[in-house]
């Protein structure tokens, strides 16, 4: 079969089968889910199929496929509905297929009890689509519409419980801050479409290789403002707000939108356009004051702000899925600041092995919240290790990977941030520090929640889940211990950093097992040094102050306030209610005003007015006196000859 | 009494003083029969002006017009009397000033 026919079918099967279940099947509740998790395995046979053709584990530099129908054509603007195929496109089709079928396949033991067994798979089945969209897009017009069309999935899935004032409130702040994100993300392609022509990928990439000023003065701006569309779908500062939120989604839902796949759309969109980004700073003359900063820094600070902020925060939470959301906040401003060093192979990196650990913790703290019937607190857990065997070694593995221990993937994909980072300082620091505070808060969770004794009765009671739920987490678990053997970081080196000296012989394509284990220590040994000491050093920390299995936190006795701030996420949430409610209430004011004192006042009453105040001077003409009407009517034939007669 | 000849200024003179003078009357008297009377002399004043024309000029139209006025004055006295007399008869008055119900 032609690679663009397989790459239709991947696109198009979610799609086909949302609306099967939609309009067809929404009573059969088997076939539905099976409609659902078919069309994403044969997604994932097809992804696998297209390697083949494009390498994606070994692939050309430079070559890509694109399979378009024209679409719009207005004036000098024409859109298609083009596909992308090439190693990058390839590898997160891979990615995307696979996570996803590993969390339909849990979902159906997950959502078993669940009346709207069928609407979730329709709605799971759509956000595979939109997601696949973005993914293969070839323009920016066509990622905008998949990323709509991606908010709007997230938006039906947190929101699938929709009985619970929570979920619909969760579901709304996500779709707003979303939009916020995402106005910024138009107008940055509406000003590259009008600088350039055009909002093809490959096309843009051509101008600006050919001349990097062909964006002038607008550079930067244009930059920061599509990035802007990566902080709100990836959930950074200072839009990160929704994403804790979104847990109130089922933790499927959380899995597969919230850690793996659609908050990592963020960090692809950055990689994928990384040459719009990568330019030399130039600002416009009322931004002057600017000068000097380039698109590249702004998204690494926010990047690093965000991953130290979230990571501090993700310290003192207590709920077992919002720890993780916290923790997938930090990961992606790690991606993100990776891409800001300019290494978007890094971050690429990370993304694959983040999709493939995150995952599994989501499906990990799922599994463990469906055996203590939905109970989310880690303070009312402790000693689940005894009861369900096979959650706890997948959390440990996935916990070991995200905090970057070799040989799992994490460690890999880590090291390769930091030492991206390495050629700036104040970031480097920040990224040790967050990939320490990264292993305290996991060994926190882990010790809290998994060790020790039971502190609730419900602990004793539960069970292991079905295998259904089971062998995605052994699947994900191998991924996650493996994932850095595959060549991945390889292959995005190739395609993202071609010219990048290591390129060639990066650690991964060939060599042995301790080969690739310690290539890290051979071409950057500060930075996979200071990794390991730091992530030594926050479970040491972790173990000194967690693994007496202590009834309550002990940390806020010794932080003090600086606990309570970590764990009422540094008021943001408020400092944003007040905002808003300061600006709404100035608005409100503004307008009342007007409607008051203009519209009302001075339009309506003083119209009203006018006319009243004539009305009653006129009525002193009107004294119901026959003879003044008879001098008047006199009078007036006398003002008339007058008039006429001289 | 040669040497004073009366001409149409004459005429016109004293009907502009009669319509004046009836008008004075509908203007400033309160009975409304009194009123009534003001008006009928406004009506023989400008009987008066247009017989005077008649003469002067020469031309019939002017006394057709006035015969045509005194039936219609007939007849306009006839209702308006009538009026007055009711209206007393509601009224118990017959002063101008009382009869301001047009006011609101």
Redesign the interface.
């Known amino acids: 079969m032609r690679p663009e026919t397989l790459a239709w079918i991947i696109l198009l099967l979610p799609l086909a089968s949302a609306a099967a279940i939609t309009l067809l099947t929404r009573r059969q509740r088997r076939l539905s889910a099976a409609l659902s998790i078919g069309a994403v395995a044969v997604g994932f046979v097809a992804s696998l199929l297209l390697t083949r053709s494009f390498g994606a584990l070994a692939p050309r530099d430079g070559e890509f496929l694109l399979a378009s129908v024209r679409w719009l054509e207005v004036g000098p603007l024409t859109v298609d509905l083009g596909l992308r195929l090439d190693a990058l496109s390839n590898l997160m089709l891979m990615m995307v297929t696979g996570v996803g079928l590993m969390i339909h396949l849990y979902s159906r033991g997950y959502m078993a009890d669940d009346a709207s067994y069928s609407r979730f798979f329709a709605c799971l089945s759509l956000f595979m689509f939109s997601m696949l969209g973005i993914v293969l897009a070839s323009n920016f017009v066509m990622m905008f519409v998949f990323w709509e069309l991606v908010g709007v999935s997230s938006y039906l899935l947190i929101g699938f419980w929709h009985e619970r004032a929570s979920a619909a409130d969760a579901a709304k702040k996500a779709f707003l801050t979303n939009r916020l994100g995402d106005f910024g993300f138009l107008l940055g392609i509406i000003l590259v479409w009008g600088a350039l022509g055009t909002v093809d990928f490959a096309e843009i990439q051509r101008t600006l290789e050919s001349d990097p000023t062909a964006l002038g003065a607008l550079a930067t701006l244009g930059g920061v403002l599509v990035f802007m569309g990566t902080m709100g779908k990836s959930a950074q500062f200072p839009l990160h707000v929704w994403l804790p939120d979104a847990m109130e989604g089922p933790t499927p839902v959380s899995a597969l939108i919230h850690a793996a796949t659609m908050v990592a759309a963020g960090v692809y969109m950055l990689a994928r356009a990384f040459f719009l980004f990568d330019l030399p700073a130039a600002w416009p003359d009322c931004l002057s004051f600017l000068a000097g900063i380039s698109a590249l820094d702004i998204i690494a600070w926010i990047g690093g702000i965000t991953a130290l902020l979230a990571a501090l925060m993700a310290v003192q939470q207590s709920d077992i899925k919002r720890i993780l959301a916290y923790s997938t906040l930090s990961q992606l401003g790690f991606m993100v600041m990776a891409i800001g060093c300019a290494k978007p192979d890094a971050g690429m990196f990370h993304l694959i092995t983040h999709a493939f650990f995150k995952a599994l913790l989501f499906l990990g703290a799922g599994s463990v919240i469906h055996a203590l019937h939905h109970e989310q607190n880690i303070w009312k857990m402790g000693g689940l290790a005894a009861r369900l065997p096979v959650t706890t070694w997948t959390f440990v593995v996935g916990t070991l990977a995200l905090c970057g221990v070799p040989p799992f993937s994490g460690f890999y994909s880590k090291d390769g941030i930091l030492a991206a980072a390495e050629s700036r300082p104040l970031l480097f620091g920040l990224a040790i520090l967050v990939a320490g505070l990264t292993t305290f808060y996991m060994a926190r969770l882990y010790f809290v929640a998994f060790a020790g004794t039971p502190r609730d009765s419900h602990v004793a009671e539960a069970h292991e889940s079905p295998g259904v739920m089971l062998w995605p987490l052994r699947w994900l678990a191998i991924a996650s211990i493996l994932g850095g053997f595959w060549g991945i970081e390889h292959t995005l080196q190739t395609v993202l950093a071609p010219a990048a000296g290591h390129g060639a012989a990066g650690h991964g394509a060939a060599g042995g097992f301790f080969a690739t284990l310690l290539a890290p220590f051979g071409h950057a040994p500060l930075a996979a040094c200071l990794g390991l000491f730091a992530t030594g050093f926050g479970f040491a920390l972790a173990y000194s102050l967690y693994a007496s299995a202590p009834a309550q936190d002990p940390l806020p006795a010794r932080l003090g306030s600086l606990a309570r701030w970590m764990r009422d996420k540094f008021y943001f949430d408020e400092l944003y209610d007040v905002l808003v409610r300061v600006t709404h209430d100035a608005a409100a004011a503004v307008a009342d005003w007007v409607d008051r004192w203009l519209v009302a006042g001075l339009l309506v009453r003083g119209t009203l007015g006018g006319v009243d105040v004539c009305g009653r001077i006129l009525?002193l003409v009107?004294?119901?006196?026959?003879?003044t009407y008879?001098?008047l009517a006199?009078a007036g034939l006398v003002l008339v000859l007058w008039v006429m007669l001289l | 009494m040669t040497g004073m000849h009366i001409g149409l200024e004459h005429y016109l003179f004293v009907s502009a003083a009669l319509f004046c003078l009836g008008l004075l009357g509908v203007v400033l008297r309160r009975n409304l029969l009194v009123l009534y009377m003001g008006l009928e002399l406004m009506l023989n004043a400008s009987n008066l002006a247009l017989v005077a024309f008649s003469r002067f000029l020469n031309h019939l139209n002017g006394q057709v017009m006035v015969f045509f006025i005194i039936t219609v004055a007939a007849a306009e006295v006839a209702v308006g009397l009538a009026l007055i007399v009711a209206l007393y008869r509601k009224r118990q008055t017959a002063h101008v000033e009382d009869l301001a119900s047009l006011k609101l």
């Open positions: 009525r009107q004294t119901g006196n026959l003879q008879a001098f006199a």
